[in-house]
Structure formats: C-alpha cells, structure tokens
C-alpha cells in the first residue's frame, strides 16, 4: 500500500461540504458588498500579465542592459518596435479590464472604455522616449551618488533604487492618466521586489537617487524636486488625513512633504505632513520631521540623544 | 577554438578534488550532529512545494479575485473543489514529511506519523470556510484604513498586507495543529514576498490591517485584538528571553506584547516584551515603548526631540 | 468585431515614430558616455543566469537540504561533481563577461580577460570547501541564537538570515578575487529576496547570525569579528564618504565600522563611521552610535527618551 | 575575443534590406490574393491553444487515465467541472476567431459570428457524454481485437488507434457542426502524433479500432459501420475527384468508400472510389480495391503473386 | 462589454448538467467492468515521467551526444552517476504504480509488489553497460549501412532507426524482466517521434538498423539475427493468430517471422507467420512473404508485375 | 516508512559500479573510433536549439500565419528584424558547432571554421526572400491540388505536406551551402513531426505539393521538376547503391529518379534508380517503376491484380 493510498484511506474528507460552506461565505460576503450574484466571469487586470508588462518595459527603455541578452545593437530597432507592439496591446486589454470594472460604478459605456482605454495607451506610449531621457538623468544620478558605483551599467544592472524609478516613472505616467489601478499593480509590483514602496501619484524630479531602498516609502502626493537623495526607510508620509467639514476624508488632498531641490535625506528620516523642505536642506538620520524646514539647513538628531545612547545602561 | 574550450584548456580543474573535500566537510558536520551516515533520501518538506500550495490557496479562497484569469464564476464551486483535492494532498504529503523527520526525536512510528498528518489535514480543511469569513474582515479594514484605496477588489489585488494576513491566518491554522515547520516555511515565503514578518505563532483578531508594511516583525507570542492597524516596521517584539531558574530560555513563554482592540501603532514603533497596550490606543511614529499603556492613551515622540530635530546643526 | 480589432482601430499608433524618438535618446546618451555607436552584442553578465548559478551553489553547499527534493545521499557526490561542473562553466562565462566589459577601460586584452577568468574560477572552486565549513558555523549561531528554532534543518530551509550569509560569503570570495561586478549581482539578488542588504566587500567572521533582517544595511569596508548577532534593520554604515585634499571621494577607504566579537545589535540601530564596537557590546534597539564604544558596554536608549514616549500627548 | 564577437565582426549582414525584401515578397502575395493591406491582427486559430485544448478533453473524458496524475476519484466532478468549463470558453474564443475568418467571405456579422459560435460550444458540450459513451466501445474493440493487450487501461494509456479516435469523434462533432478549421486542426495534430490522418468528415461507427496504425488514411467522405477493424497503412481513398459538368471539382461529392459491419482489412489496402465493401468482408494484407466487395467475401493478394515472390531472382 | 461577457451572455451552459451525465457514463463503464466505485487515486505509470526517463537514459547511456548540451567530458561520470540515481528511483515509482496495479488481478501484496519493484530496477540497472555496448554495434551498422552518413556522431544524432532502437533495447529489458506495461509505454513513446513501431518483445540481434523507418511494424514474438537491415514500412508481422484447441487465442504463442543473420529486407515488404528468412537472404522491396526463404536467397516482384506497371494504361 | 524509503532499504544499488562499467564501455568505444580520450566539451550542434530556430523561422515567413498570436501586421517587420538577428546568430554559433566538428577531420584551422560560417550565414540570411517566394508557390499548389482545402490560410495551418516542405527549402539551402549536419537535423526534425521523409540534397521545383504524407520518402539525389504532385507512402529512391571499380560505394553519384514538370505520382508508388518520369506522367497507386516512363504516360497496377484481388479466397 503506497502513502498516497494509506492517507487517503484514513482521510473521508468531504470535499463537498467545505466547497459548499466557502460558497456561502463567498454569497454573505457578496450580498454585503452589495453585489449581483448573477456569474460573470474575471474583471480585474492580473499581476502575472502585468510582471511580464514590465520586463518588456525595461527592456525596450534599455535594450543592451535589460533587454534579452543575446540582442545585437544593430537589432534593437526592430527588438523595440516588436516589444513596444507587443506591449502597448497587453497594455491596452489589461486597461480594458480595469475601466470594465470601475464603470461599473462609473456608468461608463463598454464603448466609451474603449475610446478611453485607447487614448491612455497612446499616451503612454508617447511618453516613452521623454521617460527614457528622464531615466537617465536618474541613472546619473545613482552613479555620481554612490562612491562604491564603479560604472553606468552596473548602476542599471544592480541598484534596487534604479529599479524602483524606472517602475515608477512608468507607473505614475499611467496613474496621471487615469489608469490607477494599474499604476497601483505596477508600485506593489516594484514594492515586492525592491523593498521600496512608491505611491504612483508622488511627483518625482529628474535626477532622483535612493540607495540602499529597503523600507522607503512615498505617498501619493508628495512632490520632489531635482537632484534629490533619499537613504532606505526614508518615510515621506501623511502626518494625518485631512477630512473636510463634515469629517469625511479628503481624497487626494495635499498631505504628503514638498522636498525641493538637491535635499538629501539619510536613512530612518521620518517627514510627514504637506511640509516644505527647502532647497538644499540635508536630514540627518533618524530624524522625525513635522514642520518646514529652511533651504540649505542641516538637521541631525540632538547630541543630547547621542549622548545618552552612548552612555552604557543595562538592557 | 572557441572561448569554452580555451577556457576549458586553462582551467584543468580537479573537480574530484572538490567533491572530495566537500564530502569531508558534510561528514564532519553529520558527526558533530549525531546523525547517522547511512544514507537516505530527502526528509523535509520543500519550499518549491509550498509556494504552489499557496498559489492553490489564495485562489480558493478568493477565487474571483486571485484565482486563475480566465475562471468563470458558474464554475466557481468545480474550480474550488478540484483545487481543494489538490492542496489537501500535497499538504497531506508535506506534512508526512515534517512529522517523519521531527519524528526521530520524538519517536512517532510512520503509522503514527501518517494518522497525525491525516488528522491536521482534515481539520486545516474544515477551517477554511471561517478563515476565508475572517479575511473578508481583514479586507474592509484595508479599505476602511487607506483613504487612497478605490475598492475592496484593489485591496485584495495589490496590498501586501493583504497578503501577508492571508498568509499568516493559513500558517497559523497549520501551527496551531502542531505543523510548526510547514507554519514557518508559509511564514518566510510571505516575509520574502511582503517584507512582513509575523510568526505563525502570533494570535490576531478580526479586521487587521497592515498598511506599507515593509519591515514589521510581530512575535511568536503576540496577541493582537480586533480593529487594530499598523504601519511599516513596527516591532511587537520580545524585551528580553525568559529564562527559568536554570538559567535555560523557556520556550514558548509569554514574551511578546498584547495589543488590545482598536489600537493604531504608526510607522516604526518599537513594542516590547510582555506589556499590553490598552484598547483604542495610539502609539505614534517611532515610539519606543517597554511599559503598558493604558486604554485610550496617545503616545508620540516627546517634543524636546522633535524641536531638537529642527534645530539645524552639522552632522 | 473582436475587442482586439476595435481597439486597433481607434488606435493608429505610429509605433516607428517612437521606435525613432527612443533611439534618439539613446544616441545622445551614448554619445554623451563617450560611447562608440558601432554596433555590438550584450556583454554584461545575466541577472538570469546568476539567479540559477546561486540556486546550484545553495545546492552543491547543502545537497540533502537545499539540493533538488528527491535527492538520495549517495548520489551526493555524483549531484555535486555534476553541478560544479555546471556552476564553474557558466560562473567562467559571466565573468568573461564582466571582464571584456571592464577591460573596455582597463586595456584588457581578450587573453588577459580570458586567462584572468580562470584563475578567478579555480580559486572560487578551491574555496568552496571552506565556505561550508564556516557556513556551518552559521547555521549553528542561528540555531542557538533563536529559541524559537527547532532545528538546524529549519534554520537551512527557513531563515533569510541564513540565506543572506550563504550569498554573501560565496559573493565576498568573487569580490576578493576581483569580480566586482558579479558580487555586487549575487548581492542584489540576495537583497531582493532576503531585504538584507550586505555589500560584498564586507567582511564577516564566523559563526554570524542576523535574526528577521528586512531592512539590514552592512556597507562595503565593515569588518565583522565571530560570533556576532544583528536584528532586523541594524544600519552598519558610514558618516561621511572620505575625500581626499581635492576634494574628490577616495574610494574605497575605510569608513564603515569595525565590529569587534562577541557584539549584539538588536533592531534598529544605526552605526555609522569607521568606529570600533568593542568585543562582547550590545547595542540596543534603536540607538545611535557614532563614536567608539567599549568592550562589553551595554548601550540603550535614554530612560528620558521612554518616558517621554510613555506620556502621552496629542499626536 | 569572444566567438559571439568574432563573429559579428566578420558578419556586417544588412538586416534592414532582408527585411524589406520579404515585405515586398508578402505585399506581393497580398496583392494576388486580392487581400487588403490595411493592418489587422491575426485572426486565425491556434495550434498551440488546440493542442492544450485536446489534453484537457482527454483528461475530462477519462478522468482517472488520461487526467493529471495526482488526480483522486473523489474529486473526478471537481476536476470534470473545472476543466469543462476552461475547454468551452477556449473553443469558444477558437471559434470565434475561425467564424471571423471564415466571415470575410461569407458576408457574416461580428453578431452573427459569436452567435453562431456560442450554438456551436452549447452542442458540443451536450455531446460529450455520448461521446465518452461511444468510445468505451472503441476501447472494448481495441481490448478484444488484439490478443497482446492485457487490460482496457493499457489500451488506453498506450494505443495510438485509440488516440485518434478520441481525437477523431471529437473533431468529428466540431466538422458537423460547422467548425471546419478548428476540426481539421485537431485531426492534424492527431496525425502528427499518431500516424494516422483520418478527415474529420469521416462517419465512423461503434467499436471502431485501428492497430499499429502508421499511414492509414481516411477520406472526408468515407463511412464506416460497426465492429470495423483496420490495420496499419490501409488507405480509405477516392479514386477520382468527381467533377460537375463544367468540369469543376464538386466539392464534398461522395468518392470515398462505404465500409459496413464488422469489416476487418489488413495493413496496406487500398480502397478507392465510392465504392461499398459488404458487411463482414475481409480485406487481405496490400490489396488494391476499386470495386464493390460483397458481404463475407475475403479478399488476398492471387497465389501466383505470393508465388513469384518467393522465386528467387536477383534484385 | 468584451468578447468574453458577450459569449458568457449568450451561453447559459449547464455545466453541472454535463458533469452528471459524464458521472453516470463512467459509473456505467466501471460497473460493466466490474470494478468496485469506491473512490481511489490514479494508479497507472505517467507518459510525461516516462519521456522524461528517455531522455535521462539516452543521456547516461551517450552522455557527449545526447546529453546536456553543455556537459563536459571530465564531468561525465558524476553526471552519469546523478542521472542514474534519478532514473532508477523514477523507473521504481512508475513500476510500483504497475505491480500495484495489475496486483489487482494477480493478488500479489503491495509488500511482494514492492520488492518484484526493488528486484527489476536492480536487474535494469546491471544491464546498462551491456545495453551501451550492444548499442555501439547498432550504431556502426547504421554508419556503415548507409552511404549517406558522414560520421558515427550525425548517425546517433539525427537517425531515427538508431532512435528506435535504442528505445526498444531498453524496453526490451524491461519487458523481459516482467514490466509489459511500462515497456509497451516505451514502445509506443517511440513509435510516436519515430514512425516505427516495435514490439517490446521482439528479440533483436546486435548491429541492427533501420532505414527512414517509417510505418515498420515488427510483431511480439519476431525474432531478428545479427546484421540485419531493413527499410521503411517492412511489416514483420502475424498471418493469423493462433488458437488452442477451444478457439481461444494462445497469447504469447510464436506467429511473427524468424529472420537470421545478415538479412536484408526492402521498403515495403510484407513477411507475415512464423516463417524464417535463411541467413543472407535479400527480400525485395514491397514482396509478400508467407512461406520460409532459403538462406542467401534474393527475392523480388515477379517481372511480369514490374512489367504491367510500365505499360501505360488509364486510371 | 513511506514508499521511497522502503524501496531504497530494498534497493541496495551499486551506482558506483555502473557508473564505472559505462565509463568503460565509452573508453573502449572512444579508442575503437581512433578518438582522444582527453576531456572536452560537446562539440555537437543541439537538436532543441534547431528546434527553436525552425519556429522562428517559420514566423519570419509567415508571420500573420505561422508568427506569434498576438502579432499586428503594421508591426510586421519589427517582429521580424528581431527575430531575423536572434536566428542567423543562433545559427552562426551551431554552424560553428558542425564546422568545428567536421574540422578534426578537414584539418580546418577555428578562423577558417568561423570565416565559412559567418560566410553561410550570411547566404542563407539572402536566400530567405527568395525562399518566401517559392512557399508561395507550394501553398497555392495545395491549395488547388486538394478539393478539401477551403482557403490559402488552412493550407499553411494544417497540411504537414506544407510544413514539410518549408522545412526541407531551408534544410536544403543549408545543404547546399555545406552545413550538411545542421541540414540533415532539420530534414530529421521535420519527418518526426509530418512523418515526410525528405534528405535535404534532394532539388524540389516550385509549386510542390504533397497531400497526406506520412510514409514519403524522397532521397538525397532526387530531382523534381515545377508542379509535381505526390501522395502519401511514396517512394524516389535508390535501386542499388553505384560503386566504382574497387567496390566501394560512390557516395553522392546520382542514384534516385528525376520527376519532370507536372508529375502526378498517386499513394505507395515506388520509384527505384536514376531513371525519369517523364513529364505530365500519372503513376497510379502501389505501382513499382525502376525504368524510364515516358512523358504523359498513365501508369496504374494491371487489371489482372485488381482482378484477382476481387476474386474471394481465404487468407
């Protein structure tokens, strides 16, 4: 007698009674929701669709680094227009299925999806070239800010932050567009693999470098300007949500820090709040920041924390 | 000649050599560990496997949402049960190969090894139904907690904290049955893909949200009421390890916090040992918290620290 | 009409236009790299290939628990001399890769890069005997440093701290021998699956064990002594980069700490500049350290610091 | 220098003028088919999909034999559920796109095509229990006709005669139903893995079983009775292409044989024309007919033919 | 609205009405089978392991032109031996799955199952080396027999005849050693990528080779001397099947043709019963044997026949 | 005791002995065949990577037919640049594979082995037009040849007589240009999929078409002239093998039939020599024909065996 048989035999489950007891979970939950429970079959845009969307994307951004690696350079033409083919139609059925879905609540026309999906993906792929010239700027960027960076490429091969720029760059030009949800799968896409965790509304200048990357996160509306440097578990966040006069919660209401020009922040800098850091202002790490701070000024954390810390107590 | 042959001609590797010294090497640990050299095949359950499992999981539970992109909702229940068919004996199948390798120390006979594994796939089964009832919780809160989140359906799509509580009322399930390996393994494989890392251990309540999420650890011990939210990297760890009179740790002891209902704890907090912290509480961005704290308190950085942060000085 | 159709039909995209605006911005990146245009093939190392290349040494180092699952010990040493012959030649491939790349700038002749990629592979072969010892000692430093591991099989199949310290001592020897390049890869790839960021130049004694670990930072000049243990987002990391009296960073000088045996760093903590841990310190959560700290000292944050947290005040 | 580079240096091949070249070879083609050159997407079925399509409605029609491996009996509804409803929504995608096709000449409306499409799936799901039905008999045949078979699971699992009349009832069903392309699909993959190339308009009766099988060929309009048995390279043929008065080919004329009851015929007849073999007949090994066989008659090659064979004589 | 939805709308499938009646037909198989419909696992060897098994002999047994591509000599016994070790635990499960099954008939317990199991792949085992060495004879005669042939190594790599007999000699073992089924599996694997069809029975001399191959069919009980060649589509097959004195088929009894050393047979031909061909004989291409050939004689089709083709006539 | 272990504790293999027994048997093959027995890689090309090639090839031919599903035709040419680059690189590096292997033999130095190849590559890379254009010719061949085929788009989907013969242009192009074995592994790959025997010597003129297929072999010095037609199981074959005076085989020398202009040549026909087949022939089914046949001449089995066939006698 094999295991699989001796399992089976002491093992009567009745299948049919746990499918039976999910489906009416699945019925409470829809009539909660307010749902049909007419069938209908999958709405919703898929991560795996959208992993392979992005491979494609980097590739044609940058096909001798990214790109398959037995490309020749006296191919990429061809390699790029039949990526970008490929891609803009993925593109354009997987924005089908999110308009499909929020038109839902929106009263959109199957008609008027399509018209809509087809100007995103025009868009979009107009786009691509001024996305290429801004990631370079921030390839730079990575290059001159990191000591240890011995060469352009290796910046495209290796650094997490390049990574994460590249997906965002991508993922905001859909969000400005209309396409959030997709913009959204791309960020947790980017988040999952790099650590680094981007609402695709945030506004990013050229030239932006994080290293290290483990932990940042920027929400939706922050705004950053040129030349700026972030270290990991860097929070550019919300000091709290801004309701309006009957306590309900503005969406999309300025909450997140304005960082402008050429500001560094190292690593563990907490910044919350629709807060200005000025030109050229550095943070210190660790620093928790809830006000304005001056262009060129340089906080750290107060001698008096480091002090303490390094006067030996028991644990 | 080609490049790997003239690689081939200058590199006269001894690869005998090697594997000779790599036998030495494993033989040395085998007996620094008390094991047996008489050979036998692999005797753990594999992380390939498991990842699959989890795969069949999610998409059960959800079917709709995280099951395959082209299931119809009219053959929902036929999808839900050949895939419960599948999970039930491939974890039926993993579980006999955790219990036999922990079965040597313990001295369970296969037969007894086999009963166990059939017992805790039978009960793993039957819960399903109420998990999938309590991540629906778990969902709204989601939605409930973000203001940027447009729907239940993006929640479920994109949220890594999503995920990991998913992940982690399964991996509790199967560590509260005594599958305290599989529970683990279930526990990494959601860390590596959310940066979440909750032991299979911890006991959390309904309507749970993790919002961001890279970087939180929550302890084997933790106790987690319902309605609570928490932001990336908090700690709910333990301050110190008990020890018994002999100075041995004292596994499993109450080590970690207790999180009553309704807390909130902001972005890198710090909660140690075994406090509790009393319901409706919030705990600020980057507290440091080692007492209990009472029901309704507001706990924030003190403001000397933070004024201290916006005085400018060189770093 | 499918869908297919009607979307290309509101969707003259002129794909050649685009095609032609992307190779602008390539041109004048690349002129402006003081590039040749001549065209020519990939010639950097694969992130895809090393992902495998990682897989086989994972499997080679510990056959019965990280090899393929159904694996029988006394095929080991057929499993292993098969797959190092594997490894070597395709690690023998990248780095003629990575070598023509660099010797672009180094005035490396093809022989040379070739006859320099051999030497790089006997000596990564030879040490791998090496390498499993001390990773032993690893293994059992996690083990005995968690009392929450049952085994050290659990800790090989479980823990990201372990992975991590696999990659990097195999990542480290490749660095040593000069290739920079495909360290810094297996380093990144390490990153991405771990959250544990360690530079490959870092070097590390024996018996090291990094508990949780998303969010670890440990830079390139670090010197790490035995039986050392960090948690999850300890940051090991410089002040300032150095710069010599141009003025321009002096690369590669020591400017990350130097951690003496015997220390532990619970989480969070931040450690900066080329100071000295001395042997058998703790560093408590969170703290800041920016100067020396003696052998055995116990640092913690300050009792005004909790207090001030434990008030509770509006946030 | 690496052979890839080598290579490419002594290869300057003008992909640009081959690419023209074959455009113009394809306008060229376009043009004569009196095609239009406006750009479209494929719109033909796919190999591919069909080939997946087949395992699937092999492993719903025998479940336990021909389905996945881990399959449990207990489950077979699940799996039949869940797999049927995959099959049907891809033929009907398949569908679509040959009724698409097929529509530019038959003046038919995108509605019309996905009605008629959606006729065409219903039908041929409700035919599948007879189909199963039938072809239990075709497996008895097969069982009983051939003294080496040791059991109905053997036949099943390994006769390629029993494969392709699994492939050829259902192609069969689609060929009634009007889905021409998508039938002769099928019968071609089944003849690229069986040897055996039966029209998909062929009419075959019950307990219908083919030995060896490589080579025989069935005609579109041939029909075959009950309890027929049939050897390898038998040809079912027509003799001629019977013509209208104006001398045009009449498409889908009877010219092929009618094959009654219980007819056995050896490897490598020939059959031609619409002619009618009587029931119970016996073909010999090589035969050549071209005229009516009566019922019960047993034809073989003249003695003085297997005589002068067997004189020797020099070749 | 999509495509999908629109079918979906016009396709009110009752998928659960197919699922029963399907049920009912095989309910209705099983009990005219006699078979118990209590639920079970699927207990019969898998195609997809066995083409995978044929891949990892043909590479044990020619590792530098079957196997890996990228496997280097030095390397070839630890490849060897680590395939091997795969091969023999794989043939094991599979043969387990076919002593279990046909136990059902021969009441053998799964304990003598198991060790009949243990007993042929020890058997299979030993018989590798005499396999490869018989199979060199194989493959100089193919070499040799065919003035087309540039080397020994386009002989192994590209003829299907040496394909074939490969597979049959493997499977010829097995069948010798009790595993029918798992050897007709083989068979019929290879019928299908070769076009040839031999029975796993048949006794096959050294230097054996097949020509194109096509469509040839050699029977159980054939048995074929040293040196013999033949050609596409030679049947060697049954005139009748015997019968005992009740009727019934004699299963196993010899009824395929003796064919001594040296023969050789052309396309086409027909040699049918347990006849013998005398030792260098040559039958002509397309003849018809029933009766025994004297040793060195040359048959061929009678002049008159050739005779009667070259004299034109209508079709 | 699971399954695995019981058949390993019954399973004592001596892998080492039967690793070492094969060794032996390649040793003395290796010295048998005058070979070094010092250690090199695989010098052979692969039959999975000619696979792939001939995929791509068929899509750059066909690229709305054959290409991928998803491709549009405005991005025609994108996709077939790319792949264009991706097969003539593909196939440099197997050219250089054969070249190198034949080299041992023709005293080739590795430059002038990579100067022929780049030199091939580049007139296969030329010929590719050409080649489409006389496909084109093949398709409308089979189109009108079949009274079945409903349009030029089925032809090219589903006949393998077509398929055949786009696989054997190619081979034969290589052929020519003397990558004899790369030619040869396609001619193989192509009959193992259509069962369609072509050696790539063989010259086909345009407007070739075979219908059915499976069993026809065409031989290495045959000559077919435009717009011949030829059926399943066919015959162009040698009768002898020509030898000069010493007897030894003249490899080459023009052994099979020429087939002029317009030739029909109807199911199992055998054609044996260098004889001609004059044009507008018709040679009937199963006919056998070693001597000239003059132009128009309709050739057909004599009456007198349709006859006797009809007469019934037992068999």
Redesign the interface.
Known sequence: ????????H??P?D??Q??A??????T??RLA?GRSL?????D??????LRGLMVDLHG??F???L????????????????????V???L??QL?LEL???AR?AHLS?REA??R??HI??AF??S??AT??IL?TDVLAAYHGD??A?????VL????GVHAIINHRLAHTLYSLGA??LA??I??LS?????I?I?P?ATIGASFFID?G??V?IG?TAVIGQRVRIY??V?L?AK??PTDETGQ?K?GAPRHPVIEDDVVI???A?V?GRITIGAGA?L????????N??AG??????????A????????
Chains 1, 2, 3, 4, 5, 6 share one sequence.
């Not at 007698?1 to 089976?8: F, G, N, P, V, Y």
């Not at 490309?71 to 061809?78: H, N, S, T």
């Not at 210190?284 to 809830?290: A, D, E, H, R």
Request: glycine share 8%; aromatic share 4%; proline share 8%.
């Open positions: 007698m094999t295991r699989h048989d001796d399992l089976a002491t093992l489950l299948i049919g746990i499918v007891e999910l489906r009416d979970a699945r409470d939950w929701q007419e069938p209908r079959g999958r919703l845009p898929s991560r795996e669709v044609l951004l096909p001798m680094r790109g398959p690696p037995d490309l020749r350079q006296d191919a990429e033409d061809f390699y790029i227009g039949s990526t970008l083919d490929r803009l139609h993925t354009g059925e089908q499909q879905h929020s609540h199957p399509q018209s999906a087809a993906v025009r792929a107009a691509l070239p290429r010239r370079d000591p240890a011995h060469s352009v490429d290796e091969l290796c650094y997490p959030t949800l959204r799968l960020a947790e988040h999952a693999t790099t650590g965790d609402h509304g290290h483990t932990g996160v939706e990991q578990a929070t966040g709290r949500f919660l969406k190292y690593a563990g907490t919350l550095t210190g790490g660790n620093v928790w920041v809830t006000h701070v001056p000024a340089q906080l750290a954390l107060s001698h008096s924390q480091d303490a810390a390094t006067s030996p107590e028991p644990i």
